[in-house]
């Protein structure tokens, strides 16, 4: 029996921490508790945060037209503050909603792969904001980063959302109507207002998500472990 003070042995005779040990998975499960719980508001904000500058962008910035101008164009011009402030805040509250989806959605690879997707897609996003199109080269690699990343996402989050039941069902329609959308304008519309439609979709897509997980995230810590039920 180890007295105070001392390790007890292992099967190998080597000692180990237990109360670190445990201290350490305790740690963890806190932080993932913390994630499921801030996770969901912090999509749901980015994308009515988002909304609402780029709506302050275009409502000051008149001469500015959807479908026959860029939207980054709105970060270069007079209400650049605007465009470039909800891009930077929307990404960085992209990333703990994006660090949350692993223990809000059913659980496999597929959903890792597309959290960090996302995860990328909300970096990208603030590289937008930070990297204007004054930078010429470095805006366009966030830009399509951005859209590749958010795409990607959508493709990978499809079967784990179908599976995840705070969406009854029919999670997986979300992602495949969001595609779908994006696809057919492409076939429908020029490449400026097919921008636009894909930024709005991803904010329709990200109010809906979040908000019907907002109840499985009020649910913590007891709910971290229902998203890995099949």
Known sequence: MAGKGHRPLNGRGEGFNVRGRVGTAGSLVERSALLVRVGPWCGLVAAFSFLAFFLTATLLDPMWRMGGMWLSDLGVRQAAWAFNTGCVLAGLLIIPFALSAPHLFHRGP??????????????????????TEHFGVIHGIVSFGFFGSLLLGWILMALPMHRTPAFG???????????????????????????AIVVLVAVYWGIITAGLLL???AGTPAGIGDASAP
């Open 215 to 217: 109840p499985r995230g």
């Open 169 to 195: 069902g029919y999670g997986g329609f979300l992602n495949l109507g969001a595609l779908g959308v994006t696809f057919g304008s492409m076939a429908l519309f020029n490449a400026f207002t097919v921008e």
């Open 110 to 131: 597929l959903t890792w792969a597309g959290a960090a997707f996302f995860m990328l897609a909300g970096v990208f996003l603030v590289g937008v904001g930070v990297f």
